[in-house]
Each structure stands twice: as C-alpha cells, then as structure tokens.
C-alpha cells in the first residue's frame, strides 16, 4: 500500500514538474578592470598573469617620490599644529577667543592638507579589489599611464567562484523561479552538472526573445559554454 502512495505522489510532482531548455557560459562571478587614476611611470609591478591576490594587496606603483614628499611635510606641519592648538586648549582661559580660533583653523587646515595628500599618493598605488587572481596584463616597469587617460592597465577576477549567465524563451518568464534546479552539460565534457537558480533577470532581451538566469558554480573555465534543462514546478 505504501509503494502504491509513493508512487501517485511521485506521479503527481513529475507532472507539476516542467522542464525548459537554457544555453549558457560561465563567467568569473567577480571581475575588475583596474586602472591608475593619476599620471606618471611605472615603477614597479609585483604580479603578474595567473598570480594570486589577495584583497588591498598591492599590485603595482607609479614612481612617487615628489607626492611622498609632501605627504611627509603635511604630516609634520599636522603634528606641530595639533601640539600647537592643544596648548592653547589647556590655557584657553587666558588666551583670547580670536587667537583660539586661529589656532584651530591652522590645525585644521593642516588635517586637511594630510588627507588631500594621502589621497594624491593613493591613486599611485594600484590595489587588488577582492581575492582573485589577475588574468590579463597590459603593464611593464618604465610604462608611462595618463591620469587624463584613463586605460585599463590589469584585470582581476574571483579565483573559484563562478556564475553560469542562463538564456531561456521568454515565454517562460512566469514558470522559472529562485530555488530551480538547473541540470547542464559543459560543451566537450560529458559529465552532467546541478545547481540552483539564484537570481532571474527582471528583463527580456529584444532582439532575441530570450531571458537571463544566473547560477552559480566553482572551479570552471571562464568563458566555457554550454547547455541543460531548468527543472520547475508547474502551477
């Protein structure tokens, strides 16, 4: 009797199952194109194709010496400004309210100049995004790069994780939902794939009538492509 239940509920969920056809090609589910936001040479570059990063380490530099310079001028004005005005705290008592004012403008003014130059001598410096690993280069030591031009120099993108970009007929925009089970092949490999449909696209495309779904997938080649079936739960 129990087999005979099983098998009308399996029958059941099979026919408010549907199955819908997708293509697809995997991508890096991160990716950036980095670029320096100043001018200058290049002076050193630390990585290079297939090198792994981390996040905030440092990628390469522009030579810099002149911005390190003043870096290190602002913070010394900064540091006698702030014991400056921090004495005139202490006897503020005695020190008119004008000449109080003035102190804290010049503290203030050299925090700013800090900040300004820190910021000047950052865009020097070309930092890892994410954790990744860097798969394009177009950079050498002795390179000039143009602040006012501004041209991808690296590119980094996820190590492992990847997402697999889905295109199906619009036709089923109401049917394919989160939590689907998306069954695939990879163009030249036989082995069969699952994973779960984690966002729909909120537009079709006009030109060719198709949708976009994305799952998401480690450890494959990005730009590889294939095909499988969405399984969904017809109403």
Known sequence: MKKIIWSVVGLVLSLQAGEVYATFTVEA????QLA??????????????????????ILATLESNDINASLQMARTVYKYAKKDFERQLKVKHLVDQESLDQYASKYES???QVIYQQALFDKTVLKAPFDGIVFWKELEVGDTVSG?????????????????????????????????TFTYKLDGDSRQYKGKIVKVYPSADANNRKMQAEVHAKDLPVGLFGDGMITTQMK
């Open 148 to 180: 006012a031009m501004i041209r991808t120099v690296l590119k980094v993108q996820s190590l492992h994780a990847r997402k697999l970009i889905l295109s199906f007929d619009q036709k089923y925009w109401k049917e394919i939902k989160e939590g689907d």
């Open 110 to 112: 050299a925090k700013d």
């Open 36 to 57: 320096f936001n100043a001018s200058g040479i290049v002076d050193k570059v630390r990585i290079d194709i297939g090198s792994v990063v981390k996040e905030n380490e």
């Open 29 to 32: 589910q991160k990716s950036a």
